[in-house]
Each structure stands twice: as structure tokens, then as C-alpha cells.
């Protein structure tokens, strides 16, 4: 009888509200609609316009106003290393993307929302991303580290005995973890990530060709011909502001360059992987060392990093399908049962019972 009502409690729910899984990024954020799949990949930027205190664009029309607005209208990104740094344009970002995730499929109530953010963010980070869901218009939030949710999107076995370990980088940080029996056993969050990389690629830029780019300019060279170990050669121009004239100037970047800009980063990322597997415990590295590892995020795209990563830790590693959705996804899959992922869920001082 109380699995029948329970059932049918579930079936109401569905009715008259969405669920809605939410991986918000530094970089970018996605949103999973049950019932539809990712129905928004937009960057995390928003374009205030500084006299009327309003949003004036959220998301890819807000990225395309970086370093081009007027002195009124400022965008900016609400989320620095994975964690809100504004509060106010957090919460209007995520109300946008609700209601705009919401337009596929509108419902009587506010929506039951599952948010990924970084392993290790602490208990006022946690509330600071409840409290802006719950004010953009989320009636239920839950909250769950993204390593987990990127395990549980790629359908790794996280309930079992058995140790499964994923590396997800992102924008603004990258986590290691270790997972087994639906609990992350040993990891370690890094502020090395895509904004890192793009920061290495700037400086080496203006330090060896004496040319300013933007961050926009550094992504887009990373993505095209960024590698860590290439088959061939690559090359791409760039255009700048010459650091000595101060006038416009166009140079020929390889991949060597790129490769040598990112070297100290990629290292730093190599040798904490490293220190995670020296604290895994015996049982866990040796499941590990059959299973392989499992990269996803947006760093997981740069080219030969997984074939560098296996070579330093003599541990199989694997991109899996569609890296940039593995915490969305995982997400999604939480929310189609709540109940049996709960023991993967943060618990706040809002969750715990009161003590009597």
C-alpha cells in the first residue's frame, strides 16, 4: 500500500512539475530536462547594464559581448574555480535557464532541480548554490559533487564494492576522484582547469611574440590546435595588439607553442592524479589499474592527454562518449530516482533532522 502511494505521489509530482538537472560550470552551463535530455548548453556569462541594474543578455549573447561593451554594460561570469562570486547575476542566470529550460514543457509548479558542483566546496558555497536555485524558482534543490554525477552519467557501476576513478575538467577546476559504494573515496579539486589553460596561452603568447590576445582569442586556439602530444604538426594565425607599436598584428602559432604554454599545468595536473592514487587504498588501486580511468569535462577534448596520462600512471585511460555531458546527464539520471542515488546527495544542516 505505501509503495502504491509513493507511485502514485511520484506520478503527481511529474505531472504538475519538471525535474530539471543542472551542471553549473564556470565555463559553461548545461541543463537536463527529464523527459527530453540536454535542452541548453550555454556559457556562464551575463551582460548587466550598469544603470538600470537589468540583465541584458544571458548565456552565448552575453559571451559574445565580452571585452566588446560599452563602458554601461559589463559581462561577466557569476562563477570563479567552480563556486558563485556573485550572488544576485548567479541567481538570474539560473532563473533564465529554468524558464527557459521550462519552455520545452510548462508545468503547474516550480521545478525539483539537481545542481553539480565541485568536490570539496564547503558547507557556505553549498547553501550560497541552494539558495540561488531555491530564489530562481526551484521548489525541491539537491545538490551533488560533480565527479559523482559525471560517474553516474557515464552508467560507472558507483554502488558496488568495486573502485571506479574519473578526472573532470572543466572551466574553472578539475576534480580526481575515487568512487566506491556510492561514496568518493580519495579526491582532489584543482583550480587547473580551461580558464587556467586559456591564462597559460595569454601569457606565452604576450612573453614570446610580444602580442596581447584575449581570452576568447586564447579558447579558440586551444581548441583548434591544442595538444599535449600530436601525430602532426598544426598551426593557426592570431591576430593582436602588438605590445611595442600598439598597433594590430597577425602571427603563426603551432602546436609546440600551445604545447609548451600548457606544459606546466598539464604537469601539475599528472602529479595530483598521481597523489590521489598514492592515498587510494590497495583494494580500490588495484579494481583502478583493471578498470582504467575515466576523463570527461571540456579538458577531456585536448588532444593526446589521455594518451599522457596513461603513459606517467601506467594505468589504462579513457574520453568517454560525450564528455561535456557526463554531470548533466548524471544529473538527469538522479533525478528519474531520487531515492535510490540519495545516499550521493550533500546533506547540509537543511537535511539533517533536529535534535531533540
Known amino acids: 500500500m505505501f509503495k502504491f502511494f509513493k507511485d502514485t505521489k511520484r506520478k503527481l509530482d511529474r505531472y504538475l512539475s519538471n525535474d530539471i538537472g543542472i551542471d553549473l560550470g564556470t565555463a559553461n552551463t548545461l541543463v537536463y530536462l527529464t523527459g527530453k535530455g540536454i535542452v541548453i548548453n550555454e556559457p556562464s556569462v551575463v551582460a548587466m547594464n550598469q544603470k538600470t541594474g537589468r540583465v541584458v543578455a544571458v548565456g552565448m549573447q552575453a559571451k559574445e559581448m565580452l571585452g566588446r561593451t560599452p563602458p554601461h554594460i559589463t559581462a561577466v561570469r557569476p562563477l570563479v574555480d567552480g563556486v558563485i562570486s556573485d550572488f544576485e547575476v548567479t541567481e538570474e542566470m539560473i532563473a533564465h535557464l529554468i524558464r527557459k529550460a521550462e519552455e520545452f514543457s510548462p508545468k503547474m509548479l516550480g521545478p525539483r532541480v539537481v545542481v553539480g558542483v565541485p568536490s570539496g566546496v564547503t558547507n557556505v558555497e553549498i547553501r550560497a548554490v541552494r539558495d540561488a536555485t531555491r530564489s530562481a524558482g526551484a521548489r525541491e534543490v539537491h545538490i551533488v559533487e560533480e565527479p559523482m554525477a559525471g560517474a553516474i552519467g557515464i552508467r560507472l557501476p558507483i554502488q558496488s564494492p568495486a573502485g571506479n576513478m574519473v578526472i573532470d575538467i572543466g572551466g574553472g577546476t578539475s576534480d580526481i576522484a575515487v568512487i566506491s559504494l556510492s561514496g568518493i573515496v580519495r ?58 607599436t600598439g598597433l594590430p598584428r597577425e602571427v603563426i602559432i603551432t602546436d609546440s607553442d600551445i604545447r609548451e604554454a600548457m606544459s606546466a599545468s598539464i604537469e601539475a595536473l599528472v602529479d595530483a592524479t598521481k597523489e590521489v592514487l598514492e592515498q587510494t587504498p590497495p583494494e580500490i588501486l588495484a579494481d583502478v589499474m583493471q578498470r582504467g580511468i575515466y576523463l570527461f569535462g571540456g579538458g577531456a577534448l585536448i588532444r593526446g592527454l589521455d594518451v599522457l596520462l596513461a603513459e606517467h600512471l601506467k594505468i589504462p585511460v579513457r574520453v568517454v562518449d560525450d564528455p561535456l555531458t557526463a554531470v548533466a546527464r548524471g544529473a538527469g539520471i538522479i533525478l528519474e530516482n531520487i531515492e535510490l542515488y540519495r545516499e550521493v546527495l550533500i546533506q547540509n544542516e537543511d537535511d539533517l533532522p533536529l535534535k531533540r
Not at 579539486?189 to 595569454?202: E, S, T, V, Y
Not at 590546435?225 to 594565425?237: F, H, K, Q, R, T
Open 187 to 244: 579526491s582532489k579539486n584543482l583550480r587547473i582547469a580551461g580558464d587556467k589553460l586559456n591564462n597559460d596561452i595569454i601569457s606565452y603568447i604576450r612573453s614570446e611574440f610580444k602580442i596581447l590576445i584575449g581570452e576568447k582569442t586564447a579558447e579558440d586556439i586551444k581548441i583548434s590546435i591544442g595538444a599535449v602530444i600530436s601525430d602532426e604538426p598544426l598551426e593557426a594565425s592570431i591576430k593582436g595588439r602588438d605590445l611595442i
